[in-house]
């Protein structure tokens, strides 16, 4: 009798876990109770609610919506390797439409019990964050989270308007960090002491009232970046990215329109290096200031100093406005209509990234490499070149149609499976046949 009831319990704990969707708290700011329990049907109303009765490898979903007041602001992980997310963090609707907005009164997240890399914050917006000490809209201090496909915006401090890295190895992927500000340094991102690692990031229209519109390296603050795009950073000095005692590397990425009084796109200074290779900057080394004791390892065969022809870009108009995908005759993707479109120019940005970089999540056709700035290496990318020319040669001809036809009947995620259905076959074959005798003029 006794291990009959021992079994039902175990059946019980069992269901109920299931029940709570196997590690998922659930979030919902209309959940029909206060302060509700976190089931699906009984979702938390407040994140840090949600975030107390975790452990480690446990989920936070937070259903769309505003979420502002106490509990929704502050949010502090304590030192468990969580993961926080939206309900479809690859949905950029509901990334917009999921917010956490401490409307001015404390700061985003705030993470300082040595976090590492399985604590992971995912599609979400964060605005109207604001600290009168550091990092505005995230915090690092000891601690390194992963942040991923999220937006920070219009959120200020003294010392890094969105974030802050401190003693941090955090890593931010797919970001977007715009319009914020700080009173001294670091609009964008402020770090000291370790190595914060960004990738695929747009970092635009931030301001820093002393160094650093984008980006502020200070004291072996050494960020490595990868495919971002950094525009329209205002600063005293380094509109871009200002290094101070730090060590800076970047690899196919975009500075521009960056704007300060010593500079523009980047500054160096006190015993700091840059190691900048297949980047565009604005106005090539004349837009790198590099004072005494410092080193710029430019690599002048690979970065590049033209318009990146973005797809909407005007340093003066509405940053609302601004679409940093790059200008294509051959496609490009536009997240207004969702759809691909063409445009009259051909950005030199697009397959110009570095040749060791992984270029296949880009959609065909392209040069077989990745393109900078910040949608290259992504299935964003915009494209380049013909679907038939397989080898990449500017034309569509025979060579082609043997590399078609040794993949003939071939399963999988191949560039010479040209309608995407999964097969190399007959329907592929019509497409080539269509662009036949193509050449790239």
Same mark, same amino acid.
């Given at each position: ?131 009168l000490g550091y990092g505005g809209g995230i915090y690092c201090d000891g601690s390194s989270p992963t942040i991923v496909n999220c937006t920070i915006t219009n959120s200020s401090a003294q010392l890094g308007g969105a974030l802050y890295c401190y003693d941090s190895n955090s890593k931010f992927e797919s970001c977007t ?16 002491? &370790? /190595? $914060?690692?960004?990738? +695929? =990031?747009? %970092?635009?229209? !931030?301001? #820093?009232?002393?160094? @650093? *519109? ?6 072996? &603050? /050494? $960020?490595?970046?990868? +495919? =971002?795009? %950094?525009?329209? !950073?205002? #600063?005293?000095?380094? @509109? *871009? ?201």
């Amino acid at each position: 009798m006794k291990r009959k009831g021992v079994l039902i319990l175990l059946i019980l704990v069992s269901l109920t876990y299931i029940s709570n969707g196997a590690g998922i708290i659930y979030v919902d700011v209309n959940g029909p109770n206060d302060p509700g329990s976190g089931s699906f049907s009984d979702p938390f109303r407040r994140i840090q609610e949600a975030i107390n009765t975790t452990s480690n490898g446990d989920i936070v979903e937070i259903r769309e919506g505003i979420y502002t007041g106490q509990g929704n602001y502050n949010l502090d992980t304590k030192g468990k390797n969580i993961t926080i997310r939206s309900t479809d963090p690859e949905d950029a609707n509901v990334v917009t439409n999921t917010i956490i907005d401490p409307s001015k009164a404390g700061r985003g997240f705030y993470f300082h019990s040595d976090e590492d890399a399985n604590c992971v914050v995912s599609g979400l917006t964060l605005r109207n964050a604001q600290t009168l000490g550091y990092g505005g809209g995230i915090y690092c201090d000891g601690s390194s989270p992963t942040i991923v496909n999220c937006t920070i915006t219009n959120s200020s401090a003294q010392l890094g308007g969105a974030l802050y890295c401190y003693d941090s190895n955090s890593k931010f992927e797919s970001c977007t960090i715009s319009n914020n500000y700080s009173t001294s340094d670091g609009a964008g991102l402020e770090c000291w002491w &370790g /190595n $914060p690692e960004l990738i +695929n =990031c747009i %970092i635009s229209n !931030n301001q #820093a009232g002393g160094n @650093g *519109g984008g980006i502020d390296c200070w004291m072996n &603050g /050494n $960020p490595i970046i990868t +495919n =971002c795009t %950094i525009v329209a !950073n205002h #600063a005293f000095s380094g @509109g *871009g990215i200002y290094c101070d005692n730090s060590e800076l590397i970047s690899k196919s990425s975009i500075l521009w329109a960056n704007n300060s009084n010593m500079g523009k796109q980047l500054t160096l200074v006190s015993n700091s290096t840059a190691s900048i290779s297949y980047c565009d900057v604005q106005d090539g080394e004349e837009g790198v200031h590099t004072g005494a004791g410092c080193t710029l390892i430019w690599d002048s065969n690979s970065n590049i100093n033209t318009d990146p022809c973005f797809a909407s870009f005007y340093p003066n108009s509405d940053p609302n406005m601004w679409d940093f995908h790059l200008q294509s005759a051959y496609g490009r993707w536009d997240p207004n209509s969702e759809i691909w479109v063409t445009d009259s120019n051909t950005s030199l940005c697009i397959d110009a990234g570095d040749p060791n970089s992984d270029w296949a999540a880009e959609p065909w056709p392209n040069g077989k490499r990745i393109n900078m700035g910040a949608y290259g290496g992504t299935n964003q990318a915009s494209m380049n070149g013909n679907p038939g020319d397989f080898n990449i040669d500017g034309e569509v001809n025979f060579e082609d149609f043997c590399e078609l036809a040794g993949k003939w009947g071939y399963e999988g995620s191949l560039i010479e499976n040209l309608n995407n259905n999964g097969t190399v076959d007959f329907a592929d074959l019509r497409i080539f046949a269509e662009n036949w005798l193509w050449y790239q003029e």
